[in-house]
């Protein structure tokens, strides 16, 4: 038999060592902003039951959820379906179905005879788990599941891999990580603003400019009441999401599909070009809302929220983009969406205010706000902007060299000294060539190498070599470890 070509599924990768030290640079970077504002760590499986995450994304969201087919004989009790089953292996005949965003084939011919009337029904009897598409609705769950152990307003962070089914492209996968941070129990739009400042943190401390665009949900409502389509703000809201990808026309023809009518696409167009000042938006907003208090609403509390980074050191370029529409239909108020200035990436992060997510599942009136960091799309801006600090490349600090037994058990002393000490050092496994060894700890990046032949064992001078400046001299073996810190 042919040995197999390793492969990995596509919308995947493989991460090295070197993108490892980067990855987690970006990751230990965020964290300590998290911590730094008063947010607590926890985790949540991979897998949610599909109950927990259908319906929860939109129509377009709920196409991209990974779904997970029962293990086990999944189809014990259809009989007369003509499918054989084990594990989560299965066999088909006939016409095939494909859902977008699982594993599986089913023939069409079947179905009826089985006594299941549709694909959906089926994949349902067959799947009841899927991997997670976000970590904003695994939260919800776990905070009405463990309500009575968290203390409120509850401040969480979360740094994990979620999944998603869609097309692989340059800044967009299948396995991604989100760094999330979100507020649960409060209304107040300090948590906006604090939020807000997390954002300018963190890039700040990345060195990556970016421009932080504001919108509230309330103002896309009032807009689409104001052009009397109140009952199409989804539609509105997907449609306009898409606007710095296909452009102001196409997001039109795509709203005459979704059914809104000439007239109010008439009076949506001036909204879908709308530039100028804050004050300037304003105003022609405070004029389209005469009759919308939620539309009213909705514009009091961005210019909150404006007036307070206005007074606050807030680095980065924020702004209030009418035309941010952030498509997932559990926003409520705020929603934040961050650029990198000078990359044409898509967005490193995003959220907003959600006002009753957990009513979803049995605990209504909990009003949260969170924002969700891209850690992929920010490693890929980084990398194009040459943005990594060459010092988070080099974990070992300093590499002894081996030149024989004796020296060796010398070396193994120091070896143990320098780490006691925190420093990060290991010690060649073998006494070869002297530039061998130079040679891996290059490779390595490693930037210094304590030398110890017989000489040194008897003066009690170890050589330390500065592998960056190529520099050496004689370090007292006893101080060897306060010389490299």
Same mark, same amino acid.
């Given at each position: 038999?042919?040995?197999?070509?390793?492969?990995?599924?596509?919308?995947?990768?493989?991460f090295t060592p070197v993108e490892m030290a980067r990855r987690n640079y970006i990751f230990d970077t965020i964290r300590a902003v998290f911590i730094l504002h008063?947010?607590?760590?926890?985790?949540?499986?991979?897998?949610?039951?599909?109950?927990?995450?259908?319906?929860?994304?939109?129509?377009?969201?709920? &196409?991209?959820l990974f779904r997970i087919l029962n293990s086990g004989d999944y189809l014990k009790g259809v009989k007369g379906s003509g499918l054989r089953a084990q594990g989560s292996e299965h066999r088909t005949q006939g016409s095939e179905h494909r859902a977008q965003g699982s594993e599986w084939a089913v023939g069409s011919g079947q179905l009826a005879e089985s006594g299941i009337r549709d694909l959906s029904a089926f994949t349902q009897h067959i799947s009841e788990k899927g991997l997670r598409y976000d970590l904003t609705v695994p939260l919800a769950r776990f905070v009405v599941q463990h309500q009575h152990n968290l203390n409120f307003p509850f401040k969480r962070f979360q740094i994990q891999p979620v999944w998603r089914a869609d097309r692989p492209q340059k800044g967009r996968y299948r396995e991604f990580f989100q760094c999330d941070v979100d507020v649960i129990g409060s209304d107040s739009l300090l948590y906006e603003i604090e939020q807000i400042q997390i954002v300018d943190e963190i890039f700040t401390r990345l060195d990556l400019p970016v421009t932080i665009r504001i919108n509230n949900r309330k103002i896309l409502y009032g807009i689409s009441e104001a052009i009397g389509a109140a009952d199409k703000l989804t539609d509105i809201t997907i449609a306009m999401d898409k606007i710095d990808k296909i452009g102001v026309e196409k997001v039109i023809e795509e709203l005459t599909q979704r059914g809104l009518t000439d007239d109010a696409i008439t009076k949506l167009q001036p909204i879908l070009t709308l530039d100028g000042k804050i004050k300037e938006k304003k105003a022609f907003l405070e004029e389209l809302f005469n009759s919308s208090d939620t539309g009213k609403k909705g514009l009091d509390e961005l210019c909150h929220v404006l007036k307070y980074l206005k007074s606050l050191d807030v680095r980065n370029k924020f702004e209030f983009d009418v035309r941010l529409a952030r498509g997932l239909s559990y926003y409520t108020g705020t929603i934040i969406e961050v650029m990198a200035r000078d990359v044409p990436m898509g967005s490193l992060c995003g959220g907003g205010r959600y006002d009753d997510l957990t009513g979803i599942f049995g605990l209504p009136g909990l009003s949260g706000v969170g =924002?969700?960091?891209?850690?992929?799309? =920010?490693?890929?801006?980084?990398?194009?902007?040459?943005?990594?600090?060459?010092?988070?490349?080099?974990?070992?600090?300093?590499?002894?060299?081996?030149?024989?037994?004796e020296e060796e058990r010398f070396s193994m002393q120091?070896?143990?000294?320098?780490?006691?000490?925190?420093?990060?050092?290991? =010690?060649?496994?073998?006494?070869?060539?002297?530039? &061998?060894?130079?040679?891996?700890?290059?490779?390595?990046?490693?930037?210094?190498?304590?030398?110890?032949?017989?000489?040194?064992?008897?003066?009690?001078?170890?050589?330390?070599k500065n592998m960056k400046t190529g520099e050496q001299q004689s370090v007292s073996a006893s101080r060897i470890t306060e010389y490299i810190q």
């Open positions: 038999m042919a040995a197999q070509k390793p492969s990995i599924p596509k919308g995947t990768r493989d008063g947010y607590q760590p926890i985790e949540t499986p991979a897998m949610e039951n599909l109950s927990t995450l259908m319906g929860k994304y939109g129509e377009e969201g709920d &196409k991209l =924002i969700s960091f891209g850690a992929d799309r =920010i490693y890929d801006v980084l990398l194009s902007q040459d943005l990594f600090p060459d010092a988070i490349l080099s974990t070992t600090q300093l590499l002894l060299v081996n030149f024989g037994e120091l070896l143990m000294k320098a780490r006691k000490a925190g420093i990060p050092a290991e =010690i060649y496994p073998e006494p070869v060539k002297l530039k &061998k060894q130079l040679d891996y700890a290059n490779r390595k990046q490693i930037p210094y190498v304590a030398l110890a032949g017989k000489e040194e064992i008897e003066s009690g001078m170890i050589t330390l």
